[in-house]
């Protein structure tokens, strides 16, 4: 079987860490099948809906590595969600409701306060009267069958639903606009969708609309695959939002993460794999298995995916960096200054700290008991060009000198030539930061 999967985001915010989850492993199974990615906006709500919001998710899926075959726009489509819907009523699976939002409120709080399942109950024909003559404008609901619905999750296993535990959805609102139950099977159907994969949340959803498609495919037909999974949440155990800010990856990207390091942590967040940066992506599709998903809710931990982050740039070359420190605002950041500080950074913004320490301006704080030392180490510092050597070589007419050896040796050292306590090999910085700024600062003063 040819594989089609898709996934349906909403542009009407930011893309953030568990949508971008649902496209990796949606873009991952593909691949790994040899399948079609579609990417299908779902925008039929005009007013939340914004250009901008679908530029931003298109941006973001191509900075993750997801490529897609097509991109379709709900939008664009509603002509076959009229024609669908007036199948659906002339099969009499759909029907008109006019009950309003606190009517409707009402009857689940007075079903609840019975220990009763909030299920929607039609009217009967008298008040169903009241309501037209009182000119109301319904809204529309799908009809269930009687019964009930099974399907097979691949992460789930068997899903069970007894169709008196649920209500008629509604499909449309009163001013015509759709909801997202109806048009979504429409689309799954008319675009051959085989594997619907996104979160738990959507089981309920999922045994409606199994329902919805039967009712529409005729006799070569199938319901297609479904894999729900937990959805993330925070490291307290909240939900994660797209309006999370930090956890856009807008802001995730700005901030120096690898998008790698992110595919990587968010395809195997959940599973039995131990987590760890994938060769590629399509490496990384390899390794996918439904199978190895579990039922726990996984917690979304920013600083294993700075570990992730941080191994992936320890090992990176100058060619792959150079786009990304200028992305974080390093211009002509040479080769030996990438070289010399990678394994001290986590993200590639982290570089603009010892950016800064190499050719920038800082006033070291001295105590007072090192000012004399330093003074003596400013007065031996080696003459000629300054190299990866002149660290070694310097440090040992130091020693001999003040008979400092050690940590009481090398951090005043390092304090007055950074400003901080840890870092890069001195060896590597000093030449990157010159003679002139190093005499500087061992006096004390800003350089």
């Known amino acids: 079987m040819s594989t089609k999967l898709r996934f349906a985001p909403s542009p009407t915010g930011l893309l953030h860490v568990g949508n971008a989850r649902m496209a990796i492993i949606n873009w991952l199974f ?59 009523f002339s099969a009499g699976r759909i029907y008109a409701c006019y009950e309003t939002a606190e009517e409707l409120d009402y009857m689940r709080k007075r079903l609840r306060s019975r220990n009763m399942a909030p299920i929607y ?91 919805m498609i039967e009712s529409l495919i005729d006799a070569s037909g199938s319901v297609p695959i479904f894999a729900h999974l937990p959805l993330l949440t925070d490291m307290d155990g909240g939900g994660l939002s797209k309006r999370s800010g930090s956890l856009s990856l807008k802001d995730l990207r700005a901030d120096g993460i690898e998008p790698l390091a992110l595919a990587s942590y968010l ?27 579990g039922r726990g809710t996984p917690k979304f931990d920013f600083n294993k995916l700075l570990g992730l982050n941080s191994s992936q740039l320890h090992t990176m070359d100058y060619q792959q960096a150079q786009n990304r420190l200028s992305a974080v605002g390093i211009e002509n950041a040479s080769e030996d200054f990438w070289l010399a500080i990678r394994e001290n950074i986590e993200r590639t913004s982290d570089a603009k700290e010892w950016f800064a320490v190499c050719y920038g301006d800082i006033t070291p704080a001295i105590e007072e008991n090192d000012k004399e030392f330093l003074r003596t180490a400013g007065e031996l510092l080696p003459t000629g060009d300054i190299n990866s050597d002149t660290w070694g070589n310097w440090t040992s007419l130091i020693k001999e000198k003040t008979g400092r050896k050690g940590k009481e040796l090398f951090m005043p050292l390092r304090i007055a030539l950074t400003g901080v306590a840890h870092g890069p090999e001195l060896k590597f910085l000093l030449p990157l930061m010159g003679r002139e700024k190093a005499l500087k600062r061992l006096s004390g003063d800003k350089g």
């Open 121 to 211: 109950t039609r009217p009967d024909e008298k008040k169903l009267a009241e309501y037209v003559a009182e000119g109301r404008k319904p809204h529309w609901r799908f009809s269930l069958n009687e019964g009930s619905i099974d399907f097979d999750d691949l992460v789930r296993g068997p899903v069970h639903f007894e169709t008196k535990n649920l209500s008629d959805p509604v499909i449309r609102r009163e001013d015509g606009s759709w909801l997202y139950m109806l048009p979504s099977a429409i689309d799954d159907i008319d675009m051959g969708v085989t594997h619907v994969v996104r979160g738990e949340d959507h089981v309920a959803n999922t045994a409606l609309q199994v329902q």
């Open 267 to 293: 395809a195997h967040m959940g599973t039995s794999d131990d987590i760890a940066i994938a060769a590629d992506m399509n490496d990384l599709a390899k390794s996918l298995d439904f199978s190895h998903f």
């Open 30 to 88: 593909a691949q790994k099948t040899g399948g079609t990615f579609i990417l299908r906006l779902d925008d039929t709500d005009s007013e939340r809906s914004k250009q901008e919001y679908a530029d931003a998710i298109q941006e973001d899926l191509k900075w993750l590595g997801l490529n897609w075959d097509v991109i379709e726009h709900q939008s664009q489509r509603l002509g076959i969600y009229e024609a669908a819907f007036e199948k659906l």
